[in-house]
């Protein structure tokens, strides 16, 4: 992650505006190579996990898309068929996607909703869903341009600074005007979970932290699941995510260096 995304993520905890989240959103997108983004912040139903079938809240949306596209979409109710959406709903890590991967096997519904979705220019990009406790949702999607990208969508980096961008972003913009805040209680982290977690944020792997730590992997994944659970979350970027946010971890790379509200 280089400096200015760094810059970037640090200046989200001075917006206090739905308008602020996202500009800064679409600044970073542009930083990170992408032209456009979707994004997407409720809580579901329990019933409805691990996919967003249902809100419980009325959702906050952030998004750039074409407005004839954005009308054409939801005035067609497109979502329920819409591949990708399945395909994010059905994992917990970031997707790389092309919507011409889905064409094959789709039917002609389906495919012409790729064939618009190519003319629109949101045909391929990364999604990266986000999952809390009592059914706090979000989904943030960066839309590659129509030129080639300057890395392939799969790069692993790209998706690990995706997949931190949007936690981050999320988590953020939550505390700072979302839709149900909540107060953050203190954090009983161990010296050694915290240590373990800079290591994780700094892009180890648990077999490179346990031997930095001199311990073994299966230490390093205990410390790193008791920090899921005291965190609240499911997931290894979202607690790096919340932990810069409280101010306990530096971000990744920094040291040393109507159904819905859409907007």
């Keep these: 992650m280089d400096h200015l995304l760094q810059q970037r993520l640090i200046d989200l905890h001075g917006l206090s505006e739905a308008g602020e989240f996202k500009a800064h959103l679409q600044n970073i997108a542009r930083t990170m190579g992408f032209a456009r983004i979707f994004y997407v912040s409720a809580r579901l139903v329990p019933a409805s996990l691990p996919g967003p079938g249902g809100f419980a809240e009325i959702p906050l949306i952030l998004c750039d898309y074409p407005e004839d596209w954005v009308s054409h979409y939801q005035g067609r109710q497109l979502a329920r068929i819409d591949p990708v959406i399945a395909a994010c709903n059905a994992t917990r890590r970031p997707l790389s996607w092309d919507v011409r991967g889905f064409a094959p096997e789709a039917d002609e519904p389906v495919r012409r909703l790729l064939d618009d979705a190519i003319d629109a220019g949101i045909d391929r990009g990364i999604s990266v869903p986000i999952y809390g406790v009592g059914g706090e949702y979000g989904m943030v999607t960066f839309v590659a341009d129509r030129a080639e990208p300057a890395r ?112």
């Design 152 to 263: 392939p969508l799969d790069d692993t980096g790209l998706l690990s600074d995706c997949t931190l961008v949007a936690n981050h972003f999320h988590m953020t913009l939550r505390q700072r005007i979302g839709n149900d805040p909540a107060q953050i209680e203190a954090l009983r982290l161990t010296a050694r979970e915290l240590e373990v977690m800079k290591w994780a944020a700094a892009g180890k792997t648990r077999e490179e932290i346990a031997d930095i730590l001199k311990v073994t992997p299966h230490t390093v994944k205990f410390h790193i699941y008791n920090t899921h659970a005291k965190l609240d979350v499911f997931s290894t970027p979202h607690a790096i995510a919340k932990l810069v946010y409280l101010g306990l971890l530096e971000p990744p790379g920094l040291s040393g260096s109507r159904g819905y509200r859409m907007v």
